[in-house]
């Protein structure tokens, strides 16, 4: 037995850009969110370029990667302007993610198996870019074993229907997510990928996933936007922050 290795914490800014479009204006501003949440012990800051731009704009992400001194996660669809786009910018990483302009958000995770074809050269590109790759997908063991025979470096669990069946109040529903969660997280760190999560985390599902010695990257946005009205975003990212390391410190690595 040994020490789990650290968790990172990427903050998702994308939803103070839903803010500051909807009076087409400046403010609020997510760059600044950005510089708070790195002074707060963000490790990372995380912004989602859709292709309809209803939050995050493509001036954001530049001005994102030339002023933030943590590592940007550019999350994205695998279109060939997206990929384009990405490629301009030279984030430290891009995360493939699945796309639909109806969605409210982030509804699945992205169908591995059945695109490889198209993700194969678009993750070698990022890799040739010095840019690392991570995949956004349910805990599915078949969209795993793809995710790891098509070398991506890393994969982003989609928590999305656990967090939901919690905060729903199906327990049963919520177990056996969770269970997949936790079956997936093994899976893909023993077949060699980095593991990341991330999808309507809150203070109590962010403790819980942090006991998953084999996650190291945790990628949180609404739920901690939404608290910073009411606290202040340093606040919400301490707390955070304190919620992972009570769940990392039961954590405990093979
Ligand atoms: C891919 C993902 O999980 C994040 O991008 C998050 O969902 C925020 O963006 P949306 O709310 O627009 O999906
Ligand atoms: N990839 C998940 C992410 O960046 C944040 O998701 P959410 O906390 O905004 O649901």
Not at 180 to 188: E, I, M, S
Not at 234 to 239: A, L, Q, S, V
């Amino acid at each position: 037995m040994s020490k789990a290795p650290p968790l990172r914490l990427g903050v998702n800014i994308d939803h103070i850009a839903t803010l500051r479009n909807a009076r087409g204006g400046r403010h609020p501003d997510p760059l600044r969110a950005a510089f708070a949440a790195i002074e707060a012990g963000a490790d990372g800051i995380t912004a989602h370029l859709r292709e309809d731009r209803r939050h995050i704009r493509d001036a954001d992400m530049q001005r994102l990667k030339a002023e933030i001194s943590k590592p940007l996660n550019f999350e994205m669809a695998a279109t060939d302007d997206m990929v384009r786009i990405a490629l301009g910018v030279k984030p430290h990483a891009v995360c493939l993610v699945p796309e639909r302009r109806e969605e409210l958000t982030t509804e699945g995770g992205l169908d591995v198996v059945g695109q490889h074809n198209a993700l194969a050269p678009v993750i070698a590109r990022f890799t040739d870019a010095g840019i690392r790759t991570s995949l956004f997908i349910a805990a599915d063991p078949a969209q795993i074993e793809m995710a790891a025979r098509l070398k991506s470096p890393a994969i982003e669990i989609h928590t999305g229907a656990w967090c939901d069946a919690v905060n729903d109040g199906d327990m049963a529903k919520a177990d056996a997510e969770w269970q997949r969660v936790v079956a997936g997280a093994a899976l893909a760190r023993s077949a060699g990928l980095e593991v990341h999560a991330g999808h309507g985390l809150d203070y109590a599902t962010a403790e819980t996933i942090a006991a998953l010695p084999e996650i190291v990257e945790l990628n949180i946005g609404f739920y901690m936007i939404g608290e910073a009205l009411f606290v202040g975003l340093g606040e919400t990212i301490r707390t955070m922050r304190a919620a992972m390391e009570r769940g990392r410190a039961r954590a405990v690595a093979a």
